[in-house]
């Protein structure tokens, strides 16, 4: 398939027409910048200067599209205009075609074309003085120096602010597309951060409501069943105040409530009575000091979820919940009896190893999860020092 030539722009197309006509209007006139009896003037026909008007004209549709093809076609124009009686919209319009052979021409070009011209100045300048011996062949120089140096030297300054400025819209929209990307990431991290206490908050609650209202349902004795239905009013009595407070956090955007208190190392006696009513019986063997509060937080969440796992997976038998301190590390290990093949109590997506895992991620430390012979075993191993994560 052929290439499409570029289309000129219609403002070079009215610079064209509209040189084309003053100069025609100037030729009519008979305005000329030289006389028919100047040494210069070799070509005499009173029609000679509208081909170098035309040939100039003929190249300002091309300043854009072919910057160097309408600088070539215009200084033979201006060549060509030397030997005649002349135009000045023939000169006005070659500066034009220089101007924009540098600014809208090759970066090369654009650096080449203005030390070209200002050699070309010097050159015509002090070449005739010195063959003259008259300081008047400077002025050769500076007609130079007008008509060829000035536009360029303009260009050069034109393209580096318009090249600045393109720099400069570059930069904002690289700026604001970071932005919109770190945007992004937050959402994305304050959502995995509310899934995380969601599912912490509800999980226990609701895994326990499953299992003891399957008993309720299979095992025909009043005893048990009372018993059943009043672990499942307790769960679901704490599951909605939980419920309620996460929803009354997320709804307050006012920014003035107080933030509500995050649960500690120091309540793990409570999540172990509450897991051995649920039920499973546990043993909690917590040595460690004060730690930062992160890390607190994150290991309170830890337990709690294996806990779950545990009253919904694991086979009959003790629950071993072990927190030591040592090194700088807090090591958090839960294991529990495992026995492959078992049917789980309550339905599980998952969730909770990947809830673990980003947790302990975040503060850089390490996890890891799976059986270890007859048990199944969480192990999670939190740095106390502040960091980034490794």
């Given at each position: 398939?052929?290439?499409?030539?570029?289309?000129?722009?219609?403002?070079?197309?009215?610079?064209?027409?509209?040189?084309?006509?003053?100069?025609?209007?100037?030729?009519?006139?008979?305005?000329?910048?030289?006389?028919?009896?100047?040494?210069?003037?070799?070509?005499?026909?009173?029609?000679?200067?509208?081909?170098?008007?035309?040939?100039?004209?003929?190249?300002?549709?091309?300043?854009?599209i072919m910057p160097r093809t309408g600088l070539l076609t215009g200084t033979v124009a201006l060549v060509l205009d030397t030997v005649t009686l002349g135009s000045i919209v023939t000169?006005?319009?070659?500066?034009?075609?220089?101007?924009?052979?540098?600014?809208?021409?090759?970066?090369?070009?654009?650096?080449?074309?203005?030390?070209?011209t200002g050699m070309l100045t010097v050159v015509a300048g002090v070449v005739p003085a010195a063959l003259w011996r008259d300081p008047q062949g400077l002025l050769i120089g500076v007609?130079?120096?007008?008509?060829?140096?000035?536009?360029?030297?303009?260009?050069?300054?034109?393209?580096?602010?318009?090249?600045?400025?393109?720099?400069?819209?570059?930069?904002?929209?690289?700026?604001?597309?970071?932005?919109?990307?770190?945007?992004?990431?937050?959402?994305?991290?304050?959502?995995?951060?509310?899934?995380?206490?969601?599912?912490?908050?509800?999980?226990?609650?609701?895994?326990?409501?499953?299992?003891?209202?399957?008993?309720?349902?299979?095992?025909?004795?009043?005893?048990?069943?009372?018993?059943?239905?009043?672990?499942?009013?307790?769960?679901?009595?704490?599951?909605?105040?939980?419920?309620r407070r996460l929803i009354g956090i997320l709804r307050d955007s006012s920014g003035d409530r107080e933030p509500a208190a995050s649960p500690t190392l120091d309540g793990l006696g409570?999540?172990?009575?509450?897991?051995?009513?649920?039920?499973?019986?546990?043993?909690?063997?917590?040595?460690?000091?004060?730690?930062?509060?992160?890390?607190?937080?994150?290991?309170?969440?830890?337990?709690?979820?294996?806990?779950?796992?545990?009253?919904?997976?694991?086979?009959?038998?003790?629950?071993?919940?072990?927190?030591?301190?040592?090194?700088?590390?807090?090591?958090?290990?839960?294991?529990?009896?495992?026995?492959?093949?078992?049917?789980?109590?309550?339905?599980?997506?998952?969730?909770?190893?990947?809830?673990?895992?980003?947790?302990?991620?975040?503060?850089?430390?390490?996890?890891?999860?799976?059986?270890?012979?007859?048990?199944?075993?969480?192990?999670?191993?939190?740095?106390?020092?502040?960091?980034?994560?490794?």
């Open positions: 398939m052929p290439l499409a030539l570029p289309r000129p722009h219609r403002d070079d197309w009215r610079i064209a027409v509209g040189g084309l006509a003053g100069g025609v209007l100037l030729w009519a006139l008979g305005i000329h910048p030289r006389v028919d009896g100047d040494d210069l003037v070799l070509w005499h026909a009173p029609w000679a200067p509208l081909v170098p008007l035309a040939m100039t004209a003929a190249g300002e549709p091309l300043r854009r000169i006005v319009l070659y500066t034009d075609l220089m101007y924009a052979a540098v600014l809208y021409g090759t970066p090369a070009a654009a650096r080449r074309i203005p030390w070209v007609g130079v120096g007008v008509v060829a140096f000035g536009p360029a030297a303009t260009g050069v300054l034109v393209r580096d602010h318009r090249d600045a400025a393109e720099a400069a819209r570059l930069r904002a929209e690289q700026t604001a597309l970071l932005a919109e990307m770190d945007r992004a990431q937050a959402v994305i991290g304050e959502r995995a951060r509310v899934a995380r206490e969601l599912h912490d908050l509800v999980a226990n609650h609701l895994s326990a409501i499953a299992i003891h209202s399957t008993a309720a349902l299979s095992i025909d004795d009043p005893g048990t069943s009372r018993e059943a239905l009043s672990v499942i009013r307790e769960n679901s009595v704490a599951g909605l105040a939980e419920m409570a999540l172990v009575d509450s897991a051995r009513a649920n039920g499973l019986e546990v043993t909690l063997d917590a040595g460690h000091g004060k730690v930062p509060a992160p890390v607190e937080l994150a290991a309170y969440r830890i337990v709690q979820e294996a806990l779950t796992n545990a009253l919904k997976h694991a086979s009959t038998g003790c629950v071993r919940v072990t927190l030591r301190q040592t090194d700088g590390t807090l090591d958090i290990r839960v294991s529990s009896p495992y026995r492959p093949g078992d049917t789980p109590r309550a339905p599980g997506a998952g969730h909770g190893l990947t809830g673990m895992r980003e947790r302990t991620a975040l503060l850089g430390g390490a996890f890891e999860a799976g059986p270890r012979g007859a048990r199944w075993t969480v192990r999670a191993t939190l740095p106390l020092t502040e960091g980034d994560p490794a």
